[in-house]
């Protein structure tokens, strides 16, 4: 990074974090000058905000979004040019794969809210989030390919969302999506108006939180991992799942407020 980009980290923060609701806190991406690029330092500091996030039990949703202009636009090409080395290389997508399991391991929900550009390794935030909110001037792409670098780890979670061909026809082309595309394909769950994203996020996030926080984050853990085996034994661990849920404190309330018509009285931490 050179000498003027490691004065602005310096002087503020490339990840910010903010407790905006009950339960919800939101993580923001700060590097609007260079579109939030994924430079080292950024990585590294998102790394940090999740873990602690992840070991905060009054958290249960988490909301990622960006500063300025853009959501994300990848990896920082200049910081990586100014090391032409495969080492170093390996172990920048190595930390950045880490980052994205991170989120997927994370025991708390993640939206990302998307009110601009989206590219490369930005896309690969919004594919690999657990939901995805987005204004109508967000805009989406694996472009990689555009400069002869094939967008491989934005694939993988790109290609567990979408299906098959419209992947590959992204990663093939580089060409953007819009927002209502990006519903059709999957990418994400909703669309919005610029002036009510806040706002939609806002509400998706208080929706879930609403919910037990052992419930939320035992249900994230089981979605996960039920896609990875085969039907059989889904049924048989999702079926161990629920019977553990169902000696929750909070499920037990939450049933007997049910059949008693009255709204659950679950603790909000």
């Known amino acids: 990074m050179n000498q003027e980009l490691s004065q602005q980290s310096a002087v503020e923060p490339v990840v910010l974090r903010e407790n905006c609701a009950a339960g919800v806190t939101k993580v923001t991406l700060n590097r609007p000058a260079q579109y939030n690029a994924l430079s080292e330092d950024l990585l590294s500091a998102l790394e940090d905000v999740l873990n602690d996030i992840g070991s905060d039990t009054s958290i249960r949703v988490v909301i990622l979004g960006g500063a300025g202009k853009a959501f994300c636009a990848g990896h920082d090409l200049k910081e990586m040019r100014d090391r032409p080395e ?7 997508f190595r930390r950045c794969s880490q980052v994205m399991m991170t989120m997927v391991q994370l025991p708390q929900p993640v939206i990302t809210q998307v009110h601009g550009m989206a590219t490369a390794a930005g896309c690969q935030l919004v594919a690999n989030s657990d939901l995805a909110v987005a204004s109508t001037a967000a805009r989406f792409a694996v472009s990689g390919i555009n400069l002869g670098l094939f967008c491989s780890t934005p694939s993988v979670p790109l290609s567990r969302n979408v299906s098959r061909k419209r992947a590959f026809e992204m990663l093939m082309t580089g060409r953007f999506i819009d927002a209502q595309t990006a519903v059709d394909f999957g990418l994400i769950n909703q669309v919005v108006a610029p002036e009510d994203l806040d706002a939609a996020v806002t ?54 407020a049910f059949i008693e018509k009255r709204h659950p009285n679950w603790p909000q931490n």
């Open 86 to 92: 495969k080492v170093y290389y390996q172990d920048l």
């Open 203 to 256: 509400a998706l996030a208080q929706d879930i939180a609403s919910k037990p926080r052992d419930s939320i984050c035992a249900g994230k853990a089981l979605f996960y991992k039920q896609l990875e085996w085969d039907l059989s034994q889904a049924y048989a661990v999702a079926g161990e799942a629920m019977a553990g849920n169902m000696m929750f404190d909070d499920t037990k309330e939450g049933i007997d």
